[in-house]
């Protein structure tokens, strides 16, 4: 199996972005710097960082130093975290034994780290401090009226207090102590202010004195995972770089989601309620114009091509079966050197010049595996190397359980179910019904394959005369116009005619696979799910949106927890934070997925479903991509006898739209 961390050789090919980094990092002209190397969550931006280190490492005139924001989460002020490890790390390399970059200047970094530290103590408790000194002049007056020093007293917790302490008690507070109150309070406050200004100033001067010590062209300062950090942490380390430790000879690199640092921004500071500039053109969000101000230079991780993708898989594959570790980088070095922007890097045909050796059969049968699959990743992983890692692991533990059980599951037919069952799970909890009512075989897998090889089907993917219509035709119905499906359908080998039971069986969750939501969602896709499901109707709007912009593979993920909760017993689907309302609310923001929520309505029950559900469905029509398939649902839920109000619904959305449709023929 693949390791999830950030890659020690590189198999994603961005050797040019890495490159691209330290040219900005070692451009004097740039200074100070800080260089943003935005991704996807799993895009490969760690390992990006980690071939940085390493190259930074061999840089004789720049000395890197690393921060992982989310190791330090809970434990410590962000500030003064950031600061402190930049502190340690340049003693560290100081005081190496053997002399490392700061070995000819060693004993004055070390006294300048050393009388440094007061400062960082400061910084840690400077929040706490302050407002303790702040609330000093009052402190008796803070007393009577109830006040805490763990909360410092504002002019309208004082008012509130007097109308408590009025309200519980019946006494009196004399005006003139009241007027007193407040102006000792607005003292306060404008030290606090003062002394917070003078602090700032004087510790970026002290680090800024600190650097020059270093005697280094640039100091490097790596700061990773920023975009796992709860918003208050994102802004506080944001802040420290931008107030205290953006000084000259230094360069800053952050590797984060852009979107998830713009969402941490935009929850602190308000957004401006004018809608334009004075040019009458959209503004930026607050927080798209906060990172413009701080990054200077943007490096964005692109997701894999189709080719790169196809590439990448066979060099897991052969990872999987090189045993050695240097012989594997080398291997990866050749094939970077001789890869093209258009065409697999790594493939059969190459294999053996590339290895320096005959190919295994080992490795041919993965090469023709990773062939079968790379279309379907390509489109439904979105090129993201973290979930292909992911799917691949899931892949290689079932064979392995399978062969525990001493059932020798096909790795082509079980790839081809894993996936999807791992990117459309709702149409592979169907197809697997379907398939488990007709032993094993899911007949209608015959027409929809045949349709999409140009086959013998008819272009309509109908059943058979003879064959039964059941919720996996239904759902299918509605998901032929979503490429990812057909894509799917055209992957080989065809499942028509297998016995799908034993690759069902395997599928079972009790076998725990990584499969799961834990597995498989970012940290903005866990919160966007948690409020999807909730009871706030503007945070499931908000959450929406969120989802709407994560990657493909995440949003299924969470389609398919909705769809499971709305399967569930005791939901009430006709509330408007329900389950049905948060998937038809994603494939408004965004229509890509709109298939898959029809499909996933269709699947549910008739019985339980509201007569809404058919609103719901019509209310994605608009969307020229999504027309056809609303149109089908609402045929297949207007025939349907199992309920009459649903029925009914259905048919009357269905004449609302194709009165629409014939209106706007006829202009």
Not at 139 to 154: C, D, E, R
Not at 273 to 300: H, N, T
Not at 451 to 477: E, H, I, L, N, Y
């Amino acid at each position: 199996m693949w390791s999830d961390n950030e890659a020690v050789v590189d198999l994603l090919n961005v050797e040019h972005l890495v490159g691209a980094v330290l040219r900005v990092v070692k451009d004097e002209r740039l200074d100070p710097v800080t260089v943003g190397v935005y991704g996807d969550w799993g895009s490969g931006k760690s390992s990006v960082i980690h071939l940085l280190r390493e190259r930074i490492a061999t840089e004789p005139d720049l000395l890197a130093v690393y921060f992982n924001g989310w190791r330090f989460e809970g434990y410590e002020d962000a500030k003064a975290a950031l600061a402190s490890t930049i502190l340690e790390q340049i003693q560290e390399e100081a005081e190496q034994p053997t002399g490392g970059k700061l070995a000819k200047v060693k004993t004055v970094v070390v006294d300048a780290v050393k009388a440094f530290w007061g400062r960082i103590d400061t910084l840690r408790l400077g929040k706490h401090a302050l407002a303790v000194g702040a609330n000093a002049s009052i402190a008796a007056g803070a007393v009577a009226l109830g006040a805490t020093a763990a909360a410092p007293v504002t002019v309208a917790a004082l008012v509130a207090a007097v109308l408590a302490s009025l309200a519980a008690s019946g006494k009196e507070i004399d005006g003139e102590q009241l007027a007193a109150l407040i102006k000792a309070r607005e003292a306060a406050d404008a030290k606090e202010q003062r002394d917070t200004h003078v602090s700032v100033r004087d510790f970026h001067k002290a680090f800024a004195e600190l650097v020059q010590k270093l005697n280094v062209k640039r100091l490097v300062v790596i700061v990773d995972d920023l975009d796992r950090c709860l918003p208050h942490n994102v802004i506080d380390t944001l802040e420290a770089i931008r107030l205290f430790l953006s000084a000259p000879k230094t360069a800053f690199v952050i590797a984060a989601e852009e979107g998830l640092i713009r969402d941490a921004v935009a929850s602190r500071f308000a957004e401006s309620p004018a809608a334009g500039g004075l040019d009458g053109r959209p503004r930026a969000s607050v927080g798209a114009r906060y990172l413009e101000k701080l990054i200077q230079v943007p490096v964005r991780v692109p997701p894999l091509s189709r080719s790169d993708l196809h590439g990448y898989l066979n060099l897991l594959f052969a990872e999987l079966r090189e045993a050695d570790a240097a012989t594997f980088a080398q291997l990866c070095e050749r094939v970077r050197a001789s890869s093209s922007y258009d065409a697999v890097s790594f493939h059969a045909g190459n294999a053996k010049e590339l290895l320096g050796r005959d190919v295994s059969d080992e490795l041919r049968s993965d090469f023709l595996l990773a062939e079968q699959i790379a279309p379907v990743l390509a489109i439904c992983a979105e090129g993201n190397p973290r979930q292909t890692k992911r799917f691949l692991n899931a892949l290689v533990l079932r064979l392995q359980m399978s062969a525990d059980r001493k059932v020798m599951l096909d790795r082509a037919i079980a790839a081809k179910m894993l996936l999807l069952e791992y990117f459309l799970p709702e149409m592979f909890r169907t197809l697997a019904l379907d398939a488990a009512a007709h032993e094993g075989r899911a007949e209608t897998l015959v027409d929809l394959e045949a349709d999409v090889r140009g086959g013998a089907g008819d272009g309509t993917a109908t059943p058979r005369a003879g064959a039964a219509v059941g919720t996996f035709a239904m759902q299918a119905a509605a998901m032929l116009d979503n490429e990812r499906f057909r894509t799917w359908l055209r992957a080989d080998p065809p499942l028509g005619t297998v016995d799908l039971r034993p690759y069902v069986y395997f599928a079972n969750e009790r076998f725990a696979l990584p499969v799961g939501l834990a597995q498989r969602l970012s940290k903005a896709g866990s919160r966007a799910l948690e409020q999807l499901l909730g009871d706030a109707e503007s945070e499931q709007g908000a959450a929406a949106e969120v989802t709407a912009g994560l990657p493909l593979p995440e949003a299924a993920v969470i389609l398919g927890e909705l769809t499971a909760r709305a399967r569930g017993s005791g939901v009430d689907l006709q509330a408007r934070t329900s389950p049905l309302h948060a998937m038809v609310a994603v494939a408004k923001k965004r229509p890509e997925v709109g298939t898959d929520v029809i499909a996933a309505i269709l699947g549910l029950p008739y019985e339980v479903l509201p007569a809404g559900a058919a609103i719901l469905i019509a209310s994605l029509a608009p969307d020229p991509s999504l027309r056809e398939p609303a149109v089908r649902a609402l045929r297949t839920l207007s025939a349907q006898s199992r309920n009459p109000a649903l029925s009914s619904a259905a048919a009357s959305r269905l004449k609302t739209l194709e009165s629409r449709a014939a209106a706007a023929a006829g202009r």
